[in-house]
């Protein structure tokens, strides 16, 4: 198994076709106070798997400040399993992870959001934290 692609969103869902959606994908933040936390912050993954990775899967995730101290980290399981015989499955599974998660700031600077399957790390996520007003850009408009 590894990872196809991780980021960090505004929102993201599974349509009912099992399509995902991603909506204000970013990679930077500015704050007007630190320490803070980042609201609501999705992140999202696609992993994909074959049939070799029918079974159990460990699924880890450490937030890493700019000085690369663990600010928050959490383990869960996936179970990647499936009703056909193997000789039925498809060559290649998407499985999509989605995790709405509060991020605690306590300096500026890059961040990181660490993602390990089964003890190995896989995908490093990169956040920049900036301090100051929101910048305002020429069209008007703010994201």
């Known amino acids: 198994m590894h990872v196809s692609f991780a980021l960090f969103a505004d ?8 399509k995902l959606n991603i909506l204000g994908v970013f990679d930077a933040v500015q ?4 320490p803070t936390v980042h609201p609501r912050a999705t992140l999202v993954l696609r992993l994909k ?5 029918v079974g159990r ?12 101290n663990e600010l928050w ?4 399981e996936l179970d990647v399993g499936t009703a056909a015989p193997p000789q039925q499955m498809p060559t290649e599974m ?3 992870l989605i995790a709405a998660i509060d991020l605690p700031l306590d300096d500026v600077g890059g961040y990181t959001m660490q993602i390990a399957l089964d ?5 490093n996520v990169k956040l ?3 301090m100051g007003a929101p910048v305002m850009p020429a069209s008007g408009m703010v994201s």
């Open 57 to 68: 899967h460990t699924v880890s995730l450490r937030w890493l400040n700019p000085s690369g």
């Open 73 to 76: 980290s959490s383990l869960g």
């Open 119 to 123: 003890d190995q790390v896989h995908a």
């Open 31 to 34: 704050v007007a106070t630190m």
């Open 128 to 130: 920049q934290v900036r």
């Open 94 to 96: 998407d499985l999509p």
């Open 11 to 18: 929102a993201a869902n599974l349509s009912q076709e099992g």
């Open 49 to 53: 798997g074959s049939v070799s990775d």
